[in-house]
C-alpha cells in the first residue's frame, strides 16, 4: 500500500459527459501528479501540483482541468468526454515538487467511456 | 516523439536465471533514471534508480547499468523469482525540465517456473 488513495477505481460514463477522479496524497507529501495510461502505452504526464499550486503541465486536454486543495488533496476534472479518453488515469504524490523525489502511485482509476 | 523507448513489449525468463530489461533513451539532458514495477490493477511501485554521475547502482537482487555514451540503460534481476512477473518501466527525469518524469512504454517480464 503507497500510502496514496484514488476514488473511484472504476467509472463508466458516455460521450460528452463530465467526470471527476480524486486523489489523497500521501501523509506529509506536498505534490501530487496525475498521469494517462491509455491501452499498452506508458505513463503520460498529464500535470502536477505543488501544495496548492500548479507546478508543471504535460500532455493534458484542454477539456481536462485539475485542483489541489488546502488539505492537498487533488481532483481531475474530465469533460466533453470522447471514447479515446478511456484510459488508466493514475495519482502520484511526493514529498516535494523539486528534485529526484519518488513518486508513489495510487492504484489507478479505470475510466470507460462508451 | 518517444524520448524513453523501451523496445521489447514482453520478455520471458525461466526462473532463477538472470532478467535484463532494456530501455533507450535520447535525451542528453536526462540525468536521472528510474525503474518502476507494475502488478495489474495497481499502481506503479518504484523499484530502483541512478543518477547520470554514476554507471551501476545495486540493490538486492536488483542492479541497474547506465551507459551515458549509449543513451542505454539496462535492470538486471538476479536471480529471477516468480513474483517479478509483472510490467517494468522505465522513466527518465532532467532538471531542465523540472524533474517531469518521461517514461517508456514497459516491458512484461514473464517468469517461468
Not at chain 1, 477522479?21 to 501523509?27: E, F, Q
Not at chain 2, 542528453?28 to 528510474?34: K, T
Request: hydrophobic share 35%.
Amino acid at each position: 500500500d503507497s500510502g496514496v488513495t484514488q476514488t473511484p477505481k472504476h467509472l463508466i460514463t458516455a460521450t460528452g459527459q463530465r467526470v471527476t477522479l480524486r486523489c489523497s496524497p500521501r501523509s506529509g507529501d506536498l505534490s501530487v501528479y496525475w498521469y494517462q495510461q491509455s491501452l499498452d502505452q506508458g505513463l503520460q504526464f498529464l500535470i502536477q501540483y505543488y501544495n496548492g499550486e500548479e507546478r508543471a503541465k504535460g500532455n493534458i486536454l484542454e477539456r481536462f482541468s485539475a485542483q489541489q486543495f488546502p488539505d492537498l488533496h487533488s481532483e481531475l476534472n474530465l469533460s466533453s468526454l470522447e471514447l479515446g479518453d478511456s484510459a488508466l488515469y493514475f495519482c502520484a504524490s511526493s514529498l516535494t515538487g523539486t528534485g529526484y523525489n519518488e513518486q508513489f502511485f495510487g492504484p489507478g482509476t479505470r475510466l470507460t467511456v462508451l | 516523439d518517444q524520448q524513453v523507448k523501451q523496445n521489447s513489449p514482453s520478455l520471458r525468463v525461466q526462473e532463477g536465471r538472470i532478467s535484463i530489461l532494456n530501455c533507450d533513451y535520447t535525451n542528453s539532458m536526462f540525468d536521472y533514471f528510474l525503474w518502476y514495477k507494475k502488478y495489474p490493477a495497481e499502481g506503479p511501485t518504484f523499484l530502483i534508480s541512478i543518477s547520470s554521475i554514476k554507471d551501476k547502482n545495486e540493490d538486492g537482487r536488483f542492479t541497474v547499468f547506465l551507459n551515458k555514451s549509449a543513451k542505454h540503460l539496462s535492470l538486471h534481476i538476479v536471480p529471477s523469482q516468480p513474483g517479478d512477473s509483472a510490467v517494468y518501466f522505465c522513466a527518465a527525469s532532467a532538471e531542465d525540465s523540472n524533474y517531469q518524469l518521461i517514461w517508456g512504454a514497459g516491458t512484461k517480464l514473464i517468469i517461468k517456473p
